[in-house]
């Protein structure tokens, strides 16, 4: 993997401004990573190539229509709609169909810093339409996760961003109505990730978890990202909140809420250096009381050690985890098979 530029990743002034209340004429026009707030970006920035991202790395030349800078981007995963992209159009220079794509990666152009104002460069335009064309073939075999997928990405008030920043400057908008929001910050969080920027999604996430030390899903990022980094001790304490709030954590539905549950255990067995520190862990979540005097597990005197483990096989924690869940274990459905997908992340083999 190529390392990355660590002075050509892009941020957004008004991030830094909405977080540490500077007035953004007091923040440069392209901040750089010491800028960012927060305990983590700087080191998440430092390691960036170590943590697996959401999408493959996609990049394609792109010209900013604000300064005329053209580029390589990281484009992340393309949607698009084959209707509304391939009727009637002839792939030549003009290139007015890309309105009707969408793409998952965060980039700012690495000239002037703005955002979301690009047209398909000349130089390389054929790769792109390729890629495209390849993604329609491989969407109607049914093969996921590629670089250019069927489909369309829409927030939660109906739009459709065509870019990654698109998606930010709505968040930041209803987070400057709403700054103590712990629940909009994990979103804006999730949409830093998703565009592979995991060092921006940590600063996002400090700051729900700020506003809001009970947003469990931003404590699970935290402690999944902290832990491809090797910052073991910070992601321990993130993931143990996870375990010690999942019992009123009313965001997931109970499938979900237990996947994350699943998931986190995993991340503690991969992390511990053995069963014993492993079991530390949960026992230092157990002691924990949350706001009232009642035990974090709805069973404190489960035998831990009757369950069967296996670090290679993270359904073997399930009964684990539904033991942090208290009262919302009754809304599982009876077939525990089954579950919804949930905001687990991609992550490289770690080491043991």
């Known amino acids: 993997m190529a390392k990355t530029d660590n002075n050509k990743l892009g941020i957004n002034p008004r991030l830094i401004s909405q977080i540490t209340g500077r007035d953004l004429a007091e923040i440069p026009v392209k901040p750089d990573i010491s800028m960012l707030p927060g305990s983590y970006a700087r080191k998440v920035?430092?390691?960036?190539?170590?943590?697996?991202?959401?999408?493959?790395?996609?990049?394609?030349?792109?010209?900013?229509?604000?300064?005329g800078h053209t580029a390589r981007y990281n484009l992340g995963s393309v949607f698009f709609e084959p209707g509304a992209v391939f009727k009637d159009k002839v792939f030549d220079s003009d290139t007015s169909w890309l309105t009707n794509i969408q793409a998952t990666g965060y980039f700012r152009c690495i000239n002037c810093n703005s955002a979301g104002a690009w047209e398909l460069a000349q130089k390389g335009s054929h790769s792109f339409i390729f890629g495209m064309f390849a993604g329609l073939m491989n969407n109607y075999a049914d093969i996921n996760g590629g670089s250019f997928q069927i489909g369309v990405i829409q927030l939660a008030d109906g739009s459709r961003p065509r870019w990654s920043t698109d998606s930010e400057e709505y968040y930041l908008k209803k987070l400057a109505d709403h700054p103590q929001d712990g629940y909009l910050w994990d979103r804006l969080g999730n949409c830093y990730y998703k565009g592979g920027r995991p060092d921006l999604a940590t600063v996002a996430y400090e700051q729900s978890v700020?506003?809001?030390?009970?947003?469990?899903?931003?404590?699970?990022?935290?402690?999944?990202?902290?832990?491809?980094?090797?910052?073991?001790?910070?992601?321990?304490?993130?993931?143990?909140?996870?375990?010690?709030?999942?019992?009123?954590y009313e965001k997931l539905s109970a499938p979900a809420l237990r996947d994350m549950l699943t998931e986190t255990l995993h991340l503690l067995v991969m992390i511990s250096k053995d069963e014993g520190e492993f079991l530390s862990f949960l026992h230092a979540a157990e002691e924990v009381y949350w706001r009232?005097?009642?035990?974090?597990?709805?069973?404190?005197?489960?035998?831990?050690?009757?369950?069967?483990?296996?670090?290679?096989?993270?359904?073997?924690?399930?009964?684990?985890?539904?033991c942090f869940m208290g009262k919302r274990c009754r809304e599982l459905n009876s077939d525990t098979g089954k579950s919804r997908q949930t905001k687990t992340r991609r992550r490289k083999k770690r080491k043991r």
């Open 210 to 248: 700020k506003v809001d030390p009970g947003q469990l899903e931003s404590h699970f990022s935290l402690g999944s990202i902290l832990s491809e980094i090797d910052m073991d001790a910070e992601a321990v304490h993130h993931l143990r909140q996870v375990l010690i709030l999942a019992r009123r």
């Open 45 to 67: 920035a430092r390691r960036i190539n170590k943590i697996a991202m959401e999408f493959p790395e996609n990049k394609h030349y792109l010209t900013c229509t604000i300064c």
């Open 292 to 322: 009232e005097d009642k035990p974090v597990l709805r069973n404190p005197v489960i035998k831990i050690m009757d369950i069967s483990i296996d670090s290679s096989d993270p359904l073997t924690l399930r009964p684990l985890a539904e």
